[in-house]
C-alpha cells in the first residue's frame, strides 16, 4: 500500500501564486519567506480541514433556562447524555499542570459530583498526581458532542480521603484493581508484555476475590470555581452560561453570559 503523502494544494508562495504589486506575499502573510514555503499536506484521503464543520441548530440556552444551581443544570444535562446514549457519557477531558505551568490533559471517568464538585480516581504517582500536589488545580471539560454541547469547570483539587477512596475503588472488577496495582502509571516499559506478566504474577499472588486498594491509588475532587454550560448556537453564535463562585457575597454564585 502506498502510504507517500500527496497535496492537492500549490506551494504555499510558489511561482503559481500572485503577488499584487508593491505588496506582500498573500499566501505569507505575517510569517514571511519561511512560512511561504509551507504545504499544507495532507493524506489523499483527508478531507480538506478547513472545510469541515456543521452548523449547531439543536438547541438554545437562556438565562431563563437554566436551572437555579450548577449542580442542578449539570444533573439536567447529564441526564440528557444518559437518555441519548452517548458511549462513556462520564468521560472528562482532566487538565493539569506542572510547577512551571506545563500543560497536560487526559481523559479520565468521573466516578461522582454534587455541590462540593467532581470526583475521579487515579494513582497518586501518575503524572497527573505530582502535577496535582504541586499545582492543586485542574480544568474539566465534558465534550458532549453528541447533543452539541460542552461543560467547562475550573477549580482547585483535594483528595478526598480513604474512606471515599474505598468506596471507587471496591466497585472495580478483579482485573481491573490487578491492573491498577501491577501498573506504576506513566512510568516506561519495555512492553505490553511486561505488563501482562507483572499483572499474571500479582493474579496468582493474591487471594481470590477483591484486591486491597493500594495506599498509592485514591480519589480526587475538582472543587468548582466555575462551571461553563456550552450550547452550539447557528452561525457559531452559541449559547455560553457560567456559574461563579462569588466570594465576596457569602459564597454565593452569579450567572453570566460570555461571548462566544
Known sequence: MDMTRTSAWPTLGGADTPVPAGGAHPARGLGGARAGRRRRCQHDRVPDLSRMRRDYTDGVLREEDLAPTWVEQFDRWFGDVVAA???????????????????????????????????FGTSYASTKGAELAVNPRAALVFPWHALQRQVRVRGRVERIGDAASDGLWDPRPRGSQLAAVASVQSTVV???????????????????????RPAIWGGYRVVPQRVEFWQGGRDRLH????????DGEGGGWIVQRLAP
Open 190 to 212: 519495555e512492553s505490553r508484555q511486561e505488563l501482562e506478566e507483572r499483572v499474571r504474577l500479582l493474579d496468582a499472588q493474591t487471594p481470590p476475590g477483591p484486591v486491597p
Open 85 to 119: 446514549e452517548v458511549p462513556e457519557p462520564n468521560a472528562v477531558v482532566v487538565a493539569t499542570a506542572d510547577a512551571d505551568g506545563a500543560p497536560d490533559a487526559r481523559i479520565v471517568l468521573m466516578k461522582g459530583y454534587d455541590e462540593a464538585g467532581f470526583i
Open 239 to 246: 449559547d455560553r452560561l457560567q456559574f461563579v463562585r462569588d
